[in-house]
């Protein structure tokens, strides 16, 4: 019997049930509004309800937990979490009314939120970041973008337009400020007659590759990790972009050469990545039997393009959601120093690594989330000008701030920080929790501040 025949057997007698298995869990409901947005957190993938308030969204990988967020102007964010036991079903129907935003001061704790500042009108914050003193601003409109310098009570100071448009703010290891721009990066300062002057153009290449592989200092070395390169978005990336390693360069060394420090991999990545892989390559191995066609894989002349793939099937949405899979923003890997120590945090396995000056692992031990395990957001934020740093949760439309303690290696679940539960940027400085949101009413960016306690 013929290697190929032999294969082909096992393929049916292990993935036999596939045929007749549901590779989809639709979700589908009636929450009365119109126009309220369904989004799967974390994922670029969601819809809206019509006219009469219905929807339906298929959710195709069934393999881990997901929330769904549910969001319309003028009534309170809601968030569904649906375990896996839950997704094995065909479909799910999840309706609700949708509660209208409330003011009452004693139930959503308003007194405690303050609009530190609204921009313009046709303005929307894009990013917001914290340097000597003063906090910055990318305001976008839709070609072109806007530098804002405000101080520590929300006064302007300094105002600039660009003729690009900006998606970030990046201040690199050098304390160096950078607008990073679709095609190129701009690094700009603020001068002593308190205005924004341009000092360098380069390219978002060198972005990529240079300033963002410094991710601290520590005992006379640069602390750089690596960033894994890839053909795009429709090519198989075998280690799924999700292993992350760690290097040190001695400062003041000609010719220094990166010495391996430390390597950290997202497991919970790379298992939904592999399992989702494995359905796309059984369900195409099947596809090819029933076209008489030639299986590229088997044959060894499949180039990693998965797109060719789906040439011989219907294949397409199942690829295009395992892109989307795996272009899921990085996991974080978050450097602290601590005691003399440098410190990761790896939040993806609970584990806490100490590196010793002499650039050694010297201890591993469990991460631990004293309450509120549920909500733990697997994110750390820093807070620069205080030293501390949190770890965020997000509980009944709210998020929460935990002081992480570094000697222990826990993180306790702390107070409110933000009045929507997914602002468009969340950022701590200065014992103050900042929160990004758009006013659609008055067409307005803005930012609101809460003291942490």
Known sequence: MEKRTIFTLIVLLWFGSVLFAQTKTTIYGNLGVE?????????????????KGRYELPIYDRTEAVNLHYSCIGYQDTVVSLTTKQLQRDS??????????????????????QDFYRSKTNRNIADIAFL?????????????????????DGVEQAHKDFDQLCE??????????????????????????????????????DYRN??????????GAYIVKTIINDKGLYWLKYNHGKSQDFYYVMKGVSDAKPQFLCSFIDTLGYRACQSQWLKIQNEYHLAVMEDNGIDL?????????????????????????????????????VPLKV???????????REIVEISTNFKVAKRRPLKIISGEQFFQNEFLIDKAT????????????????????????????????????????KVHGGYAYSVFFDSGSNRGVISRVRIE
């Open 297 to 333: 894989i088997n044959e060894e002349i499949w180039d990693g393009n998965l797109m060719r793939l789906a040439e011989n099937s219907s294949l397409l949405g199942k690829i295009q959601w395992y892109c989307s899979i795996m272009a899921k923003k990085e996991y974080q890997i």
């Open 168 to 205: 970030k703010l990046y201040i690199d290891a050098f304390n160096d400020l950078i607008l990073v721009g679709q095609d190129s990066c701009l690094q700009v300062y603020l001068d002593e007659k308190q205005v924004i002057q341009p000092v360098s153009t380069f390219s978002r290449e």
């Open 132 to 152: 000597d003193g003063k906090i910055y601003l990318l305001e976008n409109k839709p070609k072109t973008s806007s530098m804002v310098v405000l101080d520590t």
């Open 210 to 219: 240079k300033l963002l592989k410094i991710v601290c200092e520590f005992n």
């Open 35 to 51: 126009n309220v947005n369904i989004s799967i957190v974390n994922t670029p993938y969601g819809t809206s309800t019509d006219a």
């Open 387 to 426: 030293g501390k740093t949190y770890g965020l949760f997000t509980k009944d439309g709210m998020n929460y701030l935990g002081l992480y303690n570094p000697k222990a290696g826990t993180v306790g679940m702390g107070q409110k920080a933000s009045k929507k539960i997914y602002p468009k940027v969340f």
């Open 92 to 113: 799910l129907n999840i309706s609700f009314k949708m509660r209208k935003m409330s003011y009452d001061l004693q139930e959503v704790g308003v007194t405690a939120y």
């Open 339 to 349: 005691n003399g120590l440098l410190q990761f945090a790896d939040l993806d396995n």
